[in-house]
């Protein structure tokens, strides 16, 4: 069982506030992901990581920034909340190596939304 | 530009059933190509996974089918049951690049 950590589980805030998402992971992963999906539909990448200080975009544009100070935690933050960023957001970490060596383990999620 | 096209977004069999659900990608370079279970409110997670120098491989009632030339793979679920309603999520990588998904199939097994 893979122990990755996602605070809060859900979340409704008003618009135009601040939010972080908090995601830890126990594992020693160097490697960090988070994901936008709308419940049971695609993920889209939004940002990742491969190590401390080492934060890149991924395919899908996101308002929201990411930071990795510490290996274990990788959180994302929204400065101004709006109702467009509704949706529910994944983290997921791997080990170094190959992707094939090393799958990618999720956590569960925090459903956000925005009034 | 999608590089991993999922079938059907879909699918409702019977208990007993074998469901299939089908995955093809553009990028040949691709080396790994993983599936993962998604059940409602839990994150993904990695079923069964397998690479491009195989064609089959099996772990317990799950059985991916791997055809290079036709760049296409595919998740059979062998005794299907109730518990197995999920999304399903086929992937692909190539070396240590990241995953890239394709849209999911929601499948349902009816008693």
């Known amino acids: 069982e893979a122990d990755i950590y996602q605070t809060p589980r859900y979340l409704v805030i008003g618009t135009g506030k601040k939010i972080t998402l908090e995601c830890s992971q126990t594992m020693g992963h160097d490697k960090m992901y988070w994901y936008q999906q709308d419940p049971g539909m695609e993920l889209h990448l939004i940002h990742y990581?491969?190590?401390?200080?080492?934060?890149e975009k991924g395919d899908l544009s996101s308002e929201s920034t990411v930071s990795r100070i510490r290996t274990e935690h990788f959180p994302l933050t929204l400065e101004s909340a709006r109702p467009s960023h509704t949706s529910q957001y994944l983290c997921a970490s791997s080990g170094s190596g190959t992707v094939s060596n090393q799958p990618q383990h999720f956590g569960d999620g925090t459903r956000l939304s925005i009034l | 530009q999608q590089q991993v096209k999922q079938s059907p977004q879909s699918l409702i069999v019977q208990k007993g059933g074998i469901p299939i659900i089908n995955c093809a990608y553009e990028?040949?370079?691709?080396?790994?190509f993983p599936w993962y279970q998604q059940f409602p409110g839990k994150g993904p997670a990695l079923l069964i996974a397998i690479r491009p120098d195989v064609s089959e491989k099996k772990e317990g009632r799950f059985t991916i089918s791997f055809n290079k030339s036709a760049k296409q793979f595919s998740l059979h679920i062998m005794d299907s049951q109730p518990g197995d309603s999920a999304t399903y999520f086929c992937a692909a990588s190539k070396g240590a690049q990241k995953l890239v998904f394709g849209q999911g199939t929601r499948l349902t097994i009816n008693p």
């Open positions: 990581s491969y190590g401390v200080n080492s934060t």
């Open positions: 990028n040949t370079a691709f080396d790994y």
